[in-house]
């Protein structure tokens, strides 16, 4: 049997509730992000996606869903080492600008349910526009440990649907990434556990 650590059990437990968990990696980019199933987003938790974020909501899904979707990658050959593979940018067809909490809700439950690509009459997608459907890579986390593969076998353990809203915590003091202390102090105010990226890599690994 796999033993897990007491934070990442407590994490995927967060998850199944419904519940944000913080995802924090260390050394790729010293970062830490919230973490949402995409099934559980209501306007009430995207709107604290976007008190609390940098405001680029991302939605982290497996390539399958992406095709089925219609959505492209937008770039074949980024020139950023170890870049995230952007797909189309999406808004709700109907709606506002889709920033706002209501916008993304929309967006995200589209990318959940739709069952036509976004060329379909019928699809509740609009492109381009503000909320970023991710991919991850083939290898899941052990070949690309980043925020984006992280919140997907965050979702695989807990057996919940693999479609993640992802969203870089953010420092409006600094104007930066928020870092250290204030990841700790923030995560204590709203009672939500941090899942270090380490923890889940050396999961995976003994598995």
């Known amino acids: 049997m796999t033993l897990m650590s007491a934070t990442l059990a407590q994490g995927l437990e967060t998850l199944q509730r419904g519940n944000f968990v913080i995802l924090a990696e260390r050394v790729r980019e010293d970062e830490c992000d919230l973490v949402l199933p995409a099934q559980h987003a209501t306007e009430e938790k995207l709107r604290f996606i976007l008190r609390h974020g940098s405001g680029m909501v991302c939605v982290p899904m497996l390539e399958d869903r992406l095709h089925a979707l219609g959505l492209k990658l937008i770039e074949e050959a980024p020139t950023k080492p170890g870049s995230c593979s952007f797909y189309t940018t999406v808004d709700p067809r109907y709606g506002g600008t889709g920033m706002s909490a209501k916008d993304k809700l929309q967006t995200i439950t589209a990318l959940l349910e739709d069952e036509v690509p ?3 009459p019928s699809s509740r997608l609009a492109r381009p526009g503000h909320t970023f459907p991710l991919r991850t890579h083939i ?6 440990a980043g925020h984006t593969e992280g919140s997907i076998a ?5 057996d919940l649907y693999p479609i993640a809203v992802i969203c870089e915590l953010y420092d409006r003091e600094e104007g930066d990434a928020m870092r250290g202390k204030k990841v700790s102090a923030f995560a204590k105010e709203y009672s939500l556990p941090v899942v270090q990226m380490d923890d889940l890599l050396a999961h995976y690994s003994s598995r």
């Open 154 to 158: 965050l979702l695989d353990l807990a």
């Open 139 to 144: 290898g899941g986390v052990l070949a690309r």
């Open 118 to 120: 976004i060329t379909h």
